[in-house]
C-alpha cells in the first residue's frame, strides 16, 4: 500500500512532497524513480550550487527547493543538507553535499533532473569547492538584502566566475522589516557587472517567489551538462566520507559514459581498482539505482577502505580502458596550511585519544598526522589543517562527538627554507627551525606563505581596519569604495602566520562585527623570522616554541613570562623563567623559592649558631636548584595555550 502511494505521488503531475526515501523503502519506488530518470533526456539535467556568504540563507533555501520538488516534507526538515553537528551549531557547510531533485515544468509539460551540489564557502575547503562547481553548469549567487555583499561571497564569485559558471543573482530575506532591496541590488550590479533585471528576489523563509520565479530560471538560464554518452565512462570524484558498514561513499559527477554496480573501476591517481559495490543518487539520503549515467551526480560504493585514497578531483574510468580515457584536469593535492600539536589532557588517555583521531581522521582525508612526543606534554600529534577554521571546526568534532579532551598548542604555518647549496625544507614544527650558527653558515632565505586577505566593512570602520592590518604586517594593494552603499572593500597582503592568531576575531572587534573576510593563498615571500623559546631554569619547553617575525619578538616574550609565571607554583628553590630568541634572552621573570623559618627553634643563641644555620639553608637551596625539577601540571600548560 505505501509503495503504491509513493508512485502516485512520483508521477503525479501537480509533484506533491514525496516521502523521504532511505535504505529499506519499498523495491518498487526504487524502480519508479528509476524509470523517471531514465525518461529524463541529458538536455533536461541542471546541475547548480549556491554561492553565499555564512548566514546569508543558502540552507534554508536549499530546504526550501527540496520541499518544493517533493524530496522531503514540508515544514519537517530543517538543513537537511547540514548533516554534521557543528555545520548545524556554527551555520557552515563543512562538506560538499548533492541531492537530486525531480521537478515538472508546466510551461513545458516536461520533467527536469535537477542537481544541487551544496558546496563550503570557506576558503579552507576551496579544494572541495572548485571540485564541486566544477560538476556544475551554474550557480545561485545568494545576496542577503539586508547585508549586501559581503568577502565571502565575492571571492567565491571569483571563482564560480573563472570556471564559466552561469551566475543567477538572487536577493534573499526580501520579507525583514530592514531589507535594502535596491541597495542589494545595486552592490550586484557595481561588484559583479550582472545586470539588475536579471536580479530574482526570494525569501527562502517564506518561500516567496522560490517556486514562482527561481525553479522556472534554473529551468531557463543553467546549461544542461555537455558530455557525451557514447565516450569512455570517466567521472570526477567531488567528495568522499567514511561510512562504518560499507567504507568510503564517493561524490562523483558522471563527467562522460555510464557506470553500473559490479563494474570494475580504476582511479587516475593512485592507479587502484575497485568494483563497485552500490550506486545511486542522494534522494536526499543514498538511494542504490544502480546505474549513473553522462551528466548525472550521485554516490558509488567501490570497497576503498582508506579515505587517503579518495582524492578529491580524481578521474574514476573503467578498468582497461585508461589508454582511451583522458583524465581530467585540475587535480591539486591538498597541501596543509596551519599546523598544531596536539596531545591528551590526562596522559594515561592517549590510546582511547588515539583511536578518536584515527577514526576522525578517517572522514577527512585533508588533515595530515604524525606522531611526535613532547619533554612537557609527553605523547601527541602533529596536525595538519587546511586552515585556521578547518583546525577549530575538527577540534570541536573530536570534543563533541567524541568526548575527547585535548591540549592544543599554539597554530604555526608551514616555513620555506632555502640553502646556498640549492635545496630547500618544508619545516612544520618550530622545533625544525634553524638555529643561529646553521642560518649564519648554510641557510640563504627564509619564506613565510602569505594570502590576499579580502574584506568588506562600513566605511566608518576603515581607519580601525586599516590599522589593525598594518600592525599585522599588512601590505595594503586595493581599495574600492562600493557606490551607494557606504561600504567598502579592502585587499591586503597578509602573512598567513598573522592570520591564524586571531586575526578574524580582532577584525570583528575592530569592526563592531561588521566586517567579513575572505583570503586566498598567493604562495610564499621572504621574511626575518625567528624561534621563540621559553626557557624553565635554563631548559627550553618544546611545546611552547613559536615561530615569528623578529619585530614581535620582544613584544610577545615578554607577555609570555609574566603570564607563564601566573601559573608556576613556587618551589623550595629559586624558579627562572625567560624568553629566547636567537639565542639571546629578551625577557626574564623570578620566582623566588619558598623559604623555611629555620630560626624558628632557636630561643636563646649566639650570632654565629644563626648564621650557620642559614649559610646551610643557603648551600641546600643552590643545591636544589641545581638537581632539582621544577613540576609544572598540565593544567598550567593548558591554561596558557589557551590565554
Same mark, same amino acid.
Given at each position: ?50 554561492? =553565499? ?21 514540508? $515544514? ?43 558546496? !563550503? ?16 553548469? @551554474? ?67 517564506? &518561500? ?15 546549461? !544542461?551538462?555537455? &558530455? ?51 550506486? @545511486? ?13 553522462? $551528466? ?5 560504493? !567501490?570497497?576503498?577502505? =582508506? ?44 590510546? =582511547? ?49 567524541? &568526548? ?6 599554539? !597554530? ?9 647549496? @640549492? ?62 552603499? $557606504? ?157
Amino acid at each position: 500500500m505505501l509503495a503504491s502511494q509513493a508512485i502516485k505521488r512520483i508521477f503525479h503531475r501537480s509533484w506533491k512532497p514525496l516521502v523521504r526515501f532511505n535504505h529499506g523503502k519499498a523495491p518498487t519506488a526504487i524502480e519508479s524513480i528509476k524509470k523517471r530518470i531514465e525518461d529524463i533526456p541529458i538536455e533536461n539535467y541542471r546541475n547548480f550550487s549556491i554561492v =553565499a556568504h555564512i548566514d546569508h540563507g543558502k540552507s534554508t533555501l536549499s530546504d526550501r527547493l527540496l520541499e518544493l520538488t517533493g524530496v522531503i516534507q514540508s $515544514g519537517g526538515n530543517k538543513q537537511v543538507l547540514d548533516r554534521l553537528e557543528v555545520e548545524r551549531e556554527r551555520g557552515i557547510t563543512v562538506k560538499a553535499q548533492t541531492c537530486t531533485m525531480f521537478y515538472h515544468d508546466k510551461r513545458y509539460g516536461k520533467d527536469f533532473l535537477i542537481h544541487l551540489v551544496d558546496t !563550503p564557502g570557506h576558503v579552507d575547503f576551496r579544494g572541495e569547492v572548485s571540485r564541486s562547481y566544477a560538476s556544475c553548469g @551554474g550557480a545561485l549567487l545568494l545576496v542577503d538584502a539586508s547585508q549586501g555583499v559581503q568577502a565571502q561571497t565575492v571571492a567565491n564569485f571569483y571563482l564560480a566566475y573563472s570556471m564559466n559558471l552561469k551566475l543567477i543573482p538572487v536577493i534573499n530575506k526580501i520579507d525583514l522589516d530592514h531589507a535594502d532591496i535596491a541597495q542589494a541590488e545595486d552592490q550586484i550590479e557595481n561588484t559583479f557587472e550582472l545586470p539588475k533585471e536579471d536580479t530574482i528576489r526570494v525569501s527562502a523563509k517564506t &518561500g516567496l517567489n522560490v517556486k514562482e520565479d527561481l525553479l522556472p530560471a534554473i529551468i531557463d538560464r543553467i546549461p !544542461p551538462p555537455t &558530455g557525451c554518452l557514447d565516450k569512455p565512462f570517466r567521472a570526477l570524484l567531488v567528495d568522499s566520507w567514511y561510512d562504518s558498514y560499507v567504507g568510503v561513499v564517493l561524490l562523483v559527477h558522471i563527467v562522460d559514459g555510464t557506470v553500473r554496480k559490479g563494474d570494475k573501476v580504476s582511479s587516475a591517481q593512485t592507479g587502484k581498482k575497485y568494483e563497485i559495490k552500490e550506486i @545511486g543518487i542522494m534522494f536526499p539520503d543514498r538511494t542504490p539505482t544502480g546505474i549513473l549515467s553522462t $551528466g548525472q551526480v550521485g554516490y558509488v560504493v !567501490p570497497g576503498m577502505k =582508506a579515505s587517503k585514497d579518495a582524492k578529491i578531483g580524481d578521474t574514476l574510468m573503467h578498468l582497461g580502458r585508461e589508454q582511451e580515457t583522458e583524465v581530467l584536469p585540475g587535480f591539486e593535492e591538498p597541501k596543509p596550511m596551519v599546523f598544531v600539536g596536539a596531545f591528551p589532557s590526562d596522559g594515561e588517555e592517549f590510546k =582511547a585519544l588515539n583511536d578518536d583521531v584515527n577514526r576522525l581522521v578517517l572522514n577527512d582525508r585533508s588533515v595530515s598526522l604524525k606522531r611526535e612526543t613532547s619533554n612537557a606534554l609527553g605523547q601527541g600529534w602533529r596536525l595538519g589543517f587546511l586552515g585556521s577554521l578547518h583546525a577549530s571546526v575538527f577540534r570541536e568534532r573530536l570534543e563533541n562527538e567524541y &568526548g575527547s579532551k585535548l591540549i592544543i598548542t599554539q !597554530p604555526t604555518v608551514p616555513y620555506m627554507i632555502k640553502y646556498y647549496d @640549492g635545496h630547500e625544507r618544508l619545516i612544520t614544527n618550530p622545533d625544525e627551525f634553524p638555529d643561529l650558527a646553521e642560518r649564519r653558515n648554510k641557510v640563504q632565505a627564509i619564506q613565510e606563505p602569505y594570502v590576499e586577505a579580502i574584506m568588506t566593512l562600513p566605511q566608518e570602520y576603515l581607519g580601525n581596519v586599516i590599522k589593525l592590518c598594518d600592525h599585522n604586517r599588512g601590505q595594503q594593494t586595493e581599495i574600492t569604495y562600493l557606490n551607494m552603499t $557606504g561600504q567598502v572593500m579592502l585587499k591586503y597582503d597578509l602573512p598567513l602566520g598573522q592570520l591564524v592568531e586571531d586575526f578574524f576575531g580582532k577584525l570583528k572587534s575592530v569592526s563592531r562585527g561588521y566586517a567579513s573576510l575572505d583570503y586566498e593563498d598567493i604562495g610564499y615571500r621572504d621574511s626575518d623570522v625567528v624561534k621563540l623559546e621559553l626557557l624553565i631554569n635554563g631548559s627550553s619547553v618544546d611545546a611552547l616554541a613559536q615561530v615569528m617575525h623578529s619585530s614581535q619578538v620582544e613584544r610577545v616574550g615578554r607577555a609570555w613570562v609574566k603570564k607563564f609565571k601566573e601559573y608556576i607554583k613556587a618551589q623550595l628553590f629559586e624558579v627562572v623563567i625567560q624568553a629566547r630568541a636567537n639565542s639571546k634572552i629578551i625577557a626574564r621573570e623570578t620566582i623566588k623559592a619558598k623559604r623555611k623559618d629555620v630560626l624558628q627553634k632557636l630561643h636563646a643563641s649566639d650570632i654565629s649558631r644563626r648564621k650557620k644555620l642559614l649559610v646551610k639553608q643557603k648551600e641546600g637551596k643552590k643545591h636544589l636548584k641545581s638537581v632539582g625539577n621544577v613540576q609544572i601540571n598540565q593544567d598550567a600548560y593548558q591554561a596558557f595555550l589557551r590565554r
